[in-house]
T-cell receptor, first 113, second 118 residues
């Protein structure tokens, strides 16, 4: 069964610091990769996604993620966070031939002003 | 456009009682999903509909959970009888297209129903 690993469940950092959240998946075939975000009191929403092509994907609000196939990873980055980036971030994967979106456990990120 | 609507937003019941959740997806979205999100975990797919047909219910505890999507639009998820471990947020999502590989496969999530089983 496919699985998605996210480490460092709780992350606390100051404004203007850089953020990197790790995501690893356990499947060697073709995948579609996603990062979802849930701001306090709001719905889950898509931050960015990867299907094919350029492994560096840019999303909303200055976020980007890089797909490294050899490392089965899809890490999320933002060079300079703001207080408004306080949220929970989920990595998710769909593997070829299985239309089920599998989520990681999430990263709770708190940005201190 | 209007988002995915869910009701109720909160529900508290005692174990062995029944409960039902309702979802209205975004207009025109063919695919509808129900997820269970237990505290501290990511959402887990319970069931997926394509129009009014079930595509994937392999992770649905069928002895107590049931779901339907009549007429391919609204959907209801029922738990009967509820257990303590069913306490979770139940999320409904919809997408325009089939999940795999389609450019319009983004899943749009509703606000969820927070269920507490005492």
């Amino acid at each position: 069964a496919q699985s998605v690993s996210q480490h460092n469940h709780h992350v606390i950092l100051s404004e203007a610091a850089s953020l990197e959240l790790g995501c690893n998946y356990s499947y060697g075939g073709t995948v579609n990769l996603f990062w979802y975000v849930q701001y306090p009191g709001q719905h889950l929403q898509l931050l960015l996604k990867y299907f094919s092509g350029d492994p560096l994907v840019k999303g909303i609000k200055g976020f980007e993620a890089e797909f490294i196939k050899s490392k089965f990873s899809f890490n999320l980055r933002k060079p300079s966070v703001q207080w408004s980036d306080t949220a929970e971030y989920f990595c998710a994967v769909i593997i070829y031939g299985n239309n089920r979106l599998a989520f990681g456990k999430g990263n709770q990120v708190v940005v201190i002003p | 456009e209007a988002g995915v609507a869910q009701s109720p937003r909160y529900k508290i019941i005692e174990k062995r009682q029944s409960v039902a959740f309702w979802c209205n997806p975004i207009s025109g979205h063919a695919t509808l999903y129900w997820y269970q999100q237990i505290l501290g975990q990511g959402p887990k797919l319970l069931i997926q509909f394509q129009n009014n047909g079930v595509v994937d219910d392999s992770q649905l505890p069928k002895d107590r959970f049931s779901a339907e999507r009549l007429k391919g639009v609204d959907s209801t998820l029922k738990i009967q009888p509820a257990k303590l471990e069913d306490s979770a947020v139940y999320l409904c999502a919809s997408s325009l297209e089939w999940p795999w590989g389609a450019m319009d496969n983004e899943q749009f999530f509703g606000p969820g129903t927070r269920l507490t089983v005492l």
